[in-house]
């Protein structure tokens, strides 16, 4: 027994033995190893402080007609596209070329195959916006780096570790005086203001990353890009979280690098705000939204007593294929329920389908006509064959739901087709959970139809909001709610729609054009102000 102890005891002062020389060890390598990161960090500042110099020299020696003026650049690798991004950007460029005469532009693009007249030409045919003096466009030849596709796996970390790269090769294309990053690459700041010596500005339509996203991962739903195989399991859906909050503490940091925030709407406030923590510098800039084409056309009005002024809107329903007729709520109308979004996942039309099924449910227990007054349209984009594979589920959800008779796709219709089906629509349908603004809500309800969509971010936040008092719409976020609704629009006398309808209509000229052109140039008059030559 003794000897055990005796065995216990050298084992015990043996492990102690150990420990000091392990604790005498590392603490003699910890002054080595301070005086290693110390020069390291010289070293890095020295690095940094000499490519900055360098990139200053290229600022100066700007040739060109506008060499001596002051630069103002926006990072937009996708501005030959044609959404909502791409007419913010237009729209800036003519705004702050109108106020600043004797500052030059530029844009950082990705776009192959194309030339900058092309590219100015691209603008005017589809959003009619045509800028008044030349810009300088820079093409980038490395843009797959921020391509989703690129990266199967830690997408958003690639992606932002690409933008990066892509970011260097425009800043030694062209170092600007301003820069401003209009797509949401934010790990691009921290570059151009650090590196290139710019005064830095965003304009943010979505947050890279978002506590939605957080709370998706952390209750291991699989919407998204959440995985079933991470959502089935515990620890990857743990791993996954600490992904993401690191993503975001990194993103947070990034984006705190900007001298001016603006952001598209409330929701997407909401979200830089907890991310980026700058509010003495963030301000709402709402997107421009193509209202004007819209209330330019007249309100068709449902009323027996309109029946002379409908004459001309019976004329436009025959061309589309839809009997408009005179009458009330009971009318033989056939109404459309027009819902417009590109066919990806997260705009939702699965629910838009389900509730429509439950809509000619409630409408057939009334009396066997009501199934065919009523018509599903759905209007959208198809980018690609993952878009084309969605169509054919949900051609499919139709069939098994026996509603295909009453639903209509149609793709990648031209803007005069969309315009009819709007103006002739009784209801416009938006089913995007969280969606961060909402052009397509906004452009049913200028086009006059009664708006329903979804109680939750944008919409329900900024635009679907009570003008004066007065009710411009409906918000649902479930099937049963929308079939609700629905049912509740369809039973509205005429009168009561159309003063629904115009009070939308007056609700939405504060994201036109003009309005956009006039908070965007307020936003940026600091940073703008001192640029003057």
């Known amino acids: 027994m003794e000897g055990d102890d005796h065995h216990h005891h050298d084992h015990s002062h043996h492990l102690s033995m150990c420990s000091c020389d392990t604790i005498r060890l590392l603490w003699s390598l910890l002054l080595p190893c301070i005086y290693l990161s110390l020069v390291l960090s010289l070293l890095l500042g020295l690095v940094v402080l000499g490519i900055r110099a360098w990139l200053q020299g290229r600022r100066g020696a700007r040739g060109g007609p506008d060499g001596k003026k002051p630069m103002v650049a926006f990072f937009h690798p996708y501005c030959n596209g044609g ?76 992606q932002s570790l690409g933008s990066v790269f892509l970011g260097w090769e425009a800043l030694t294309s062209l170092v600007p005086d301003v820069y401003v990053d209009s797509m949401g690459y934010a790990f691009t700041m921290p570059l151009f203001r650090y590196l290139g010596g ?25 919407r998204f890009n ?69 209330l330019d056309l007249p309100l068709e009005e449902e009323g027996p007593e309109e029946e002379e002024e409908e004459e001309g809107w019976e004329e436009l329903g025959q061309e589309i294929g839809s009997v408009v007729g005179s009458g009330g709520a009971g009318d033989k109308k056939c109404h459309s329920i027009v819902s417009v979004g590109q066919f990806r996942p997260e705009k939702d039309h699965q629910l838009q389908i389900r509730a429509f099924r439950k809509l000619l449910d409630r409408k057939e227990a009334k009396g066997p006509e009501g199934r065919e007054s009523l018509r599903l349209v759905l209007i959208g984009g198809c980018r690609n064959e993952e878009d084309e594979g969605r169509v054919l589920m949900l051609r499919g959800l139709c069939m098994e739901l026996g509603v295909a008779d009453r639903v209509e796709f149609r793709l990648n219709v031209p803007y005069e087709e969309l315009q009819k089906e709007l103006v002739s629509a009784t209801i ?63 039973a509205l006398p005429a009168a009561e729609r159309l003063e629904m309808r115009r009070n939308a209509r007056l609700s939405v000229e504060r994201f036109s054009d003009r309005e956009f052109e006039s908070c965007f140039l307020s936003a940026t008059e600091p940073l703008m102000a001192g640029l003057q030559p």
Request: hydrophobic content about 45%; some cysteine.
């Open 198 to 222: 710019c005064m830095v500005a965003s304009y943010v339509h979505y947050p890279t990353v978002s506590t939605d996203m957080l709370s998706v991962v952390r209750n291991r739903n699989p």
């Open 83 to 158: 959404g909502g991004g791409e007419r913010v950007l237009w729209c800036a460029l003519r705004a702050l070329q109108n106020r600043y005469p004797g500052v030059a532009f530029a844009v950082y693009t990705g776009d192959q195959g194309v030339t900058g007249e092309q590219i100015l030409e691209g603008a005017r045919q589809r959003f009619n916006i045509v800028l008044p003096r030349p810009i300088t466009f820079v093409f980038l030849s490395h843009r797959a780096m921020v391509e989703a596709g690129s990266y199967p796996h830690f997408t958003l970390l690639g």
């Open 428 to 490: 416009g349908l938006h089913t995007m959970w969280n969606e961060h603004f909402g052009i397509g809500v906004v452009e049913c309800m200028a086009a006059g139809t009664i708006i329903l969509a979804h109680k939750s971010g944008g919409p329900m936040l900024d635009i679907v909001v009570p003008h004066h008092g007065a009710q411009t719409g409906f918000l649902a976020d479930s099937d049963d709610s929308y079939a609700a609704a629905m049912e509740t629009i369809l």
């Open 226 to 294: 959440n995985a079933d195989y991470i959502s089935a399991n515990p620890v990857l859906s743990a791993l996954k979280v600490l992904y993401y909050c690191l993503f975001a503490l990194l993103y947070g940091l990034a984006g705190g690098c900007s001298h001016l925030v603006m952001v598209n709407s409330t929701w997407t406030l909401g979200h830089i705000l907890a991310l980026w923590r700058a509010p003495d510098r963030t301000s709402v800039v709402y997107p421009p939204c193509d209202v004007r084409s819209f």
